[in-house]
């Protein structure tokens, strides 16, 4: 028995190799938060009044009298003050592409055509009827059947 493949060769696409660059930029504005700390002052004040408190969420103010005179003094707190700022932001980047293609010769199997796959689908079925049928030989020639039936 001859055996054959039928193949073809196919020739892939010769080496080409190309590369693009895209280069982005991208500015935008940015609000944040900068935090602001004030230092610390101390003041004080002597004059002929009545008591007398002050104090707001940066400064502490304190009066007081003895002798008929009032002692008044100003302390601010250490207090930490957001402060929004904006800046810009630029952003490059760049972004390479590169395709490359590899030529080759590559053998692949052909496909079959319509009679060779009736001829394999129908080689099957022909050896089943084959086999049928030697087996019929088989029992009805050499097996003698009215001998073992009464």
């Known amino acids: 028995m001859v055996l054959s493949r039928a ?3 196919r020739q892939l696409p010769a080496v080409t190799d190309s590369t693009k660059v895209e280069v982005r930029v991208v500015e935008k504005i940015v609000r944040d ?5 004030l230092p610390v002052i101390k003041e004080k004040v002597v004059t002929r009044d009545t008591a007398s408190v002050l104090e707001n969420k940066y400064a ?6 003895s002798d008929g005179v009032l ?17 810009k932001e630029i952003v490059r980047d ?9 030529t080759q010769t590559v053998e692949v199997e052909k496909k079959l055509t319509w009679w060779q796959t009736f ?4 080689g ?16 009805t020639h050499f097996i003698n059947l009215k001998s073992i039936l009464p």
Request: hydrophobic share 50%; glycine share 4%.
């Open 33 to 37: 938060t900068a935090w602001v700390e």
């Open 94 to 102: 760049s972004l390479v592409y590169r395709d490359r293609v590899v």
């Open 60 to 65: 502490k103010s304190e009066a007081s009298v």
């Open 119 to 122: 001829k394999m689908k129908a």
């Open 7 to 9: 193949r073809s060769a």
């Open 71 to 87: 002692t008044h003094s100003l302390s601010t707190k250490p207090v930490k003050e957001p402060v929004a700022v904006e800046y």
């Open 124 to 139: 099957g079925l022909f050896l089943l009827i084959a086999l049928i049928g030697i087996i019929y030989i088989l029992i």
